[in-house]
């Protein structure tokens, strides 16, 4: 059974190859639908494609951030010496000698900002690529860990929706005695009305009677319970097979929807009061669900 799965989480990853080293950091948080975003060192454009891909390979749902930092260990390089600089600084000494000054050595010139250069040696694109891939690599790791804490937070979640569906059956049960005793009361609170407003009316046993059953009929929460009762089972079903975030949201407005129908049909301030906690537990798991990958 494939685990249930949060939203937020957070994975690292760090890695080194030749004369590079990096960190990978991967962190999301909740998202109607997938989201990636991608940070990375210049001239490695290629890994925001790895980001992405698995990232989708991975996630359903939830913003996704990953951030690549890298970094080149300086190099010992051949020394240049920057001509026009040098000439530069030449005239100036040359002038400042002809002022009196003392002359300039070549050490302090050699020392002067811009005169000496280190050249770098030009990037080897078959090593570039390989370190390239290392990171790609490292980006996988990143996300696998992301991904355990995104479950990690899945499994503590388990337990208090199972809780919710529970206290949800529960009410429905209570809703379904409750409703049972309504017709009586329907009956017993027309006859009274009809009786002190029309008390010698010709045939008002019969009028008692077909009215009673009129407003019974549409008090009846029958259906509502029925539904509720398929919406519980379809739920639980959910839980146990993830991802099914959308499916969920999607079900606890028709949850929503029953409820509602419920508390209208009521014709006691006991169902009316059942009803009302119902929905008040549909909503505390709706706002679980809302962390669902």
Not at 260 to 278: H, I, R
């Amino acid at each position: 059974m494939t685990a249930l799965s949060g939203m937020t989480g957070f994975g690292r990853a760090e890695g080194a190859a030749g004369d590079w080293s990096w960190t990978v950091e991967a962190r999301s948080v909740n998202g109607r639908s997938l989201e990636v975003r991608f940070r990375g060192p210049p001239g490695f454009d290629a890994l925001e494609k790895a980001a992405r891909d698995a990232a989708q390979a991975r996630f359903a749902r939830g913003q996704l951030t990953v951030g690549v930092q890298a970094r080149r260990t300086a190099g010992q390089g051949a020394l240049a010496i920057n001509r026009a600089a040098l000439d530069q600084y030449l005239a100036l000494a040359r002038e400042l000698e002809a002022s009196g000054a003392t002359p300039a050595s070549a050490h302090g010139l050699l020392s002067l900002r811009g005169v000496v250069e280190v050249a770098e040696e030009a990037d080897d694109a078959e090593a570039l690529a390989a370190v390239q891939s290392a990171i790609a690599a490292d980006i996988a790791a990143a996300l696998d860990a992301l991904k355990a804490a995104r479950e990690g937070e899945g499994a503590a979640l388990r337990p208090v929706i199972l809780g919710f569906i529970d206290r949800i059956e529960t009410l429905v049960g209570q809703a379904e005695t409750e409703a049972a005793s309504q017709t009586d009361a329907i009956r017993e609170r027309f006859t009274r009305r009809m009786r002190e407003l029309a008390p010698e009316a010709d045939g008002l046993e019969d009028r008692i009677v077909t009215e009673a059953a009129s407003l019974a009929v549409r008090a009846d929460v029958r259906e509502e319970i029925d539904r509720l009762r398929a919406h519980i089972a379809a739920a639980r079903a959910l839980i146990s097979a993830p991802p099914a975030g959308r499916k969920l949201d999607f079900l606890m407005q028709e949850f929503m929807r029953e409820a509602n129908t419920l508390c209208s049909k009521s014709a006691t301030t006991a169902l009316t009061a059942v009803g009302l906690e119902l929905k008040a537990t549909i909503e505390q798991l709706r706002e679980q669900i809302q962390n669902v990958e």
